[in-house]
Structures are given as C-alpha cells and as structure tokens.
C-alpha cells in the first residue's frame, strides 16, 4: 500500500499563494490517480481536486477551479496543489489521497495521508 506525506501548509495572508506537497512511497505511485481533500472545524472532509494517473486529466471542486492548479511529477512520486488567491475560507487541513479517478466527479480515496494545516487570515 502506498503511503501519503503532506507538506507545505502554514499561515498566509488572503490573496497570497501556498503549494502543498505530498511524497508517496511504497507500491507503484505512477498507476495511481492522486487528489486533495481539506476538512476544516466543525464541517466534513470535501474533496478539493484530483489528477488522473499520468497528469493528463484534472478535475476541480467548483470552489476552487481557477485558483487551485493540481498536478504530478511521477519521477519525483509527488503530488503538489498549488493554491493561489486564497481566501480565509480556505483555512482547512489538507489531505492528499490517492484512489480512482473519475472525469466528471471527485476522487474515490482509498488512501489518505496525515494531513497539513493551512490557515489564511484576513
């Protein structure tokens, strides 16, 4: 099974930037579609974004389509979420997974990483 570790997260102001790293080890990382979910206080985990297994294919939760960019470098076995113009509202922990990719509709997670805290301030 392969094993997820997030980094990247931390405190920034509204309107800034932050990229978000997950290392993968263990089995085969190429043949799996990866994604980020982000749970903040009191609400559940929702999915953010996936990328199929060879970066050809993207798909972004409504909210975030435009300002989040997911992508993969299968060499390096890393899965980055670059997150730009963010809003307080994106404040969360973020989670990266990896599963089934589907075109049309969020990722199906069957493994999850730890998680990093990302905290934007107005």
């Known amino acids: 099974q392969v094993q997820l570790v997030e980094s990247g997260g931390g405190l920034v102001q509204a309107g800034g930037p932050l990229r978000l790293s997950c290392s993968a080890s263990?089995?085969?990382?190429?043949?799996?579609?990866m994604g980020w979910f982000r749970q903040a206080p009191g609400n559940q985990r929702e999915f953010v974004a996936s990328?199929?297994?060879?970066?050809?294919?993207?798909y972004y939760e409504p909210s975030v389509r435009g300002r989040f960019t997911i992508s993969r470098d299968n060499a390096k076995k890393t899965v980055y979420l670059q997150m730009n113009s963010l809003k307080p509202e994106d404040t969360a922990v973020y989670y990266c997974?990896?599963?089934?990719?589907?075109?049309?509709?969020?990722?199906?997670?069957?493994?999850w990483g730890q998680g990093t805290q990302v905290t934007v301030s107005s």
């Open positions: 997974a990896a599963g089934r990719y589907y075109t049309s509709s969020p990722l199906r997670a069957s493994t």
């Open positions: 263990g089995r085969t990382f190429s043949s799996d579609a």
């Open positions: 990328v199929s297994w060879n970066g050809g294919s993207t």
